[in-house]
């Protein structure tokens, strides 16, 4: 009879614990909402009132704190786990996406240099700064929650970041650098925040879950910016404008494309809609990489699911909509252009700048020239007769080199080997999560091979990379029963 009366209150538990939990997602939709809507009106109220920045940097800083009151405020009462774990997953969130908020042109490298940014990237910074103190304050309320953990992947994470931080240092421009080295310790604060809050598959998933919505925001918010400011759709060359590159759009999209398929799997009303949003920004967008990358994940995706008639679906979906895109969109006009430039030769100039590169690498092999200091390799006199101004090295494994010299690279290499292995030894039990987080880790592998964005700088695809080295340990680690798509509906 007692044991009777044990079982009936943790289920009564459980089920007001999930209730809080559905109430506070219904919360969290609305608010995120509320910000969108905000942040619609930052261009029209700029209008009236001048400093689109300030407005913006405002607009993001409250809707971030509103939307972990309202998200934790439930939960706040029960364990500190709870509260860390739903406080990283928003974080994680915010983090990922917020670089959206702020998009602007690439500032020349030698005024970089002499610290003249746009006020766009203070305003960002600013953000860092809001995330800092909602880490700050759950710090100081769950110390517990939030030690380092010296173990498993994680350190290697851990040295990582110390690497960065100490070769700001010495890089060309040191405020540069320590303001993107202090986003990556809130990246990595953010991750041991949801790291700890991942027992089962179901917590993976929901951990997947934010950072499909941190995707989904570096994807959408630059469309609907420029439709309301009345941006113009495509750039001369033919290539959607909305992105501070078409290349990034395309990348973006691909990889919001296969977290789409792995979330919502088994879910018809929400991975179609999601799924053709964002094959359709990465078509449009034109980047060449990003959609070979996105298509061909995709497609093993299926294959590993064993599901080849869906694969063939996707494939048939993709190249109808790619048929569209090119009759009706001045796509068209810029596939033309780049076959007749010969510029196919060189990927775009790309293999010129690795050749380049590799004589400026060997000047400072072993530390390299400091965190961040691709952003100003343009300045070297090895790249005088460039036409364009090289801010990264479009070759992740050069970049790292490059910035943080062999040592860089021996960590770099650690986190893929640490991705490879514990997905190979999970794949057998959890294959459908270990087949998404292995899709996902071939996207960046194939990213990796033509652009320097995962290298250390805590943007969107480094940091997927940060998150993959942790969810592959977790599948590893994972004591309940092989995850499957009905309880992928029941989570």
Same mark, same amino acid.
């Given at each position: 009879?007692?044991?009777?009366?044990?079982? =009936?209150?943790?289920?009564?538990?459980?089920?007001?614990?999930?209730?809080?939990?559905?109430?506070?997602?219904?919360?969290?939709?609305?608010?995120?909402?509320?910000?969108?809507?905000?942040?619609?009106?930052?261009?029209?109220?700029?209008?009236?009132? @001048?400093?689109?920045?300030?407005?913006?940097?405002?607009?993001?800083?409250?809707?971030?704190?509103?939307?972990?009151?309202?998200?934790?405020?439930?939960?706040?009462?029960?364990?500190?786990?709870?509260?860390?774990?739903?406080?990283?997953?928003?974080?994680?969130?915010?983090?990922?996406?917020?670089?959206?908020?702020?998009?602007?042109?690439?500032?020349?490298?030698?005024?970089?240099?002499?610290? @003249?940014?746009?006020?766009?990237?203070?305003?960002?910074?600013?953000?860092?700064?809001?995330?800092?103190?909602?880490?700050?304050?759950?710090?100081?309320?769950?110390?517990? !929650?939030?030690?380092?953990?010296?173990?498993?992947?994680?350190?290697?994470?851990?040295?990582?970041?110390?690497?960065?931080?100490?070769?700001?240092?010495?890089?060309?421009?040191?405020?540069?650098?320590?303001?993107?080295?202090?986003?990556?310790?809130?990246?990595?604060?953010?991750?041991?925040?949801?790291?700890?809050?991942?027992?089962?598959?179901?917590?993976?998933?929901?951990?997947?879950?934010?950072?499909?919505?941190?995707?989904?925001?570096?994807?959408?918010?630059?469309?609907?910016?420029?439709?309301?400011?009345?941006?113009?759709?495509?750039?001369?060359?033919? +290539?959607?404008? %909305?992105?501070?590159?078409?290349?990034?759009?395309?990348?973006?999209?691909?990889?919001?494309?296969?977290?789409?398929?792995?979330?919502?799997?088994? =879910?018809?009303?929400?991975?179609?809609?999601?799924?053709?949003?964002?094959?359709?920004?990465?078509?449009?967008?034109?980047?060449?990489?990003?959609?070979?990358?996105?298509?061909?994940?995709?497609?093993?995706?299926? @294959?590993?699911?064993?599901?080849?008639?869906?694969?063939?679906?996707?494939?048939?979906?993709?190249?109808?909509?790619?048929?569209?895109?090119?009759?009706?969109?001045?796509?068209?006009?810029?596939?033309?252009? %780049?076959?007749?430039?010969?510029?196919?030769?060189?990927?775009?100039?790309?293999?010129?700048?690795?050749?380049?590169?590799?004589?400026?690498?060997?000047?400072?092999?072993?530390?390299?020239?400091?965190?961040?200091?691709?952003?100003?390799?343009?300045?070297?006199? +090895?790249?005088?007769?460039?036409?364009?101004?090289?801010?990264?090295?479009?070759?992740?494994?050069?970049?790292?080199?490059?910035?943080?010299?062999?040592?860089?690279?021996?960590?770099?290499?650690?986190?893929?080997?640490?991705?490879? +292995?514990?997905?190979?030894?999970?794949?057998? !039990?959890?294959?459908?999560?270990?087949?998404?987080?292995?899709?996902?880790?071939?996207?960046?592998?194939?990213?990796?091979?033509?652009?320097?964005?995962?290298?250390?700088?805590?943007?969107?695809?480094?940091?997927?990379?940060?998150?993959?080295?942790?969810?592959?340990?977790?599948?590893?680690?994972?004591?309940?029963?092989?995850?499957?798509?009905?309880?992928?509906?029941?989570?």
């Amino acid at each position: 009879m007692g044991s009777t009366v044990t079982l =009936r209150n943790l289920r009564n538990s459980i089920q007001a614990q999930a209730g809080w939990a559905n109430l506070n997602g219904r919360a969290i939709a609305v608010v995120g909402l509320l910000a969108l809507l905000a942040f619609v009106a930052v261009p029209v109220a700029t209008n009236w009132l @001048g400093d689109g920045d300030l407005l913006m940097f405002a607009a993001v800083s409250l809707s971030l704190l509103l939307t972990i009151l309202v998200g934790t405020i439930r939960v706040s009462k029960l364990k500190l786990e709870v509260l860390t774990w739903k406080t990283g997953l928003i974080m994680w969130a915010f983090l990922l996406g917020s670089q959206q908020f702020f998009l602007r042109s690439v500032t020349p490298a030698d005024e970089a240099l002499n610290y @003249g940014y746009d006020a766009a990237a203070y305003a960002e910074a600013g953000t860092w700064l809001a995330a800092g103190l909602v880490i700050f304050v759950i710090a100081i309320r769950s110390r517990e !929650q939030l030690r380092w953990t010296w173990s498993g992947n994680f350190k290697f994470i851990v040295l990582f970041t110390v690497m960065c931080c100490l070769s700001a240092s010495y890089s060309p421009s040191r405020l540069l650098a320590f303001a993107w080295s202090f986003k990556l310790v809130l990246v990595v604060l953010a991750l041991n925040m949801c790291s700890r809050g991942m027992h089962t598959a179901a917590d993976i998933r929901t951990f997947l879950l934010s950072t499909f919505w941190g995707f989904a925001m570096l994807m959408v918010v630059p469309v609907i910016k420029g439709i309301v400011t009345g941006q113009k759709a495509f750039l001369p060359d033919g +290539r959607l404008s %909305y992105f501070d590159h078409p290349v990034h759009g395309s990348q973006l999209a691909g990889v919001a494309l296969l977290l789409a398929l792995i979330v919502f799997a088994g =879910r018809a009303r929400s991975v179609l809609p999601w799924a053709g949003i964002s094959a359709a920004i990465m078509l449009v967008s034109g980047g060449k990489a990003g959609i070979v990358a996105g298509v061909l994940s995709a497609l093993l995706l299926f @294959g590993l699911r064993g599901k080849p008639g869906q694969a063939l679906l996707m494939l048939v979906g993709v190249t109808a909509l790619g048929v569209t895109v090119l009759v009706y969109t001045p796509v068209s006009q810029y596939l033309k252009i %780049y076959l007749e430039s010969g510029a196919a030769g060189t990927l775009t100039g790309r293999t010129d700048l690795w050749d380049a590169s590799v004589p400026m690498i060997l000047e400072k092999p072993l530390f390299g020239h400091g965190y961040m200091s691709s952003r100003f390799m343009s300045l070297s006199d +090895r790249l005088e007769s460039f036409n364009w101004q090289p801010t990264q090295a479009h070759n992740s494994f050069l970049e790292i080199t490059y910035t943080n010299g062999a040592v860089g690279l021996i960590l770099l290499l650690t986190l893929h080997y640490l991705v490879v +292995r514990h997905l190979w030894a999970a794949f057998r !039990q959890h294959r459908l999560l270990a087949a998404g987080a292995l899709v996902l880790y071939v996207d960046l592998l194939l990213q990796s091979a033509v652009e320097g964005s995962v290298a250390g700088k805590p943007s969107d695809s480094f940091m997927l990379l940060l998150a993959l080295v942790t969810v592959s340990e977790k599948l590893v680690n994972l004591t309940s029963p092989p995850f499957t798509p009905r309880r992928l509906l029941q989570s």
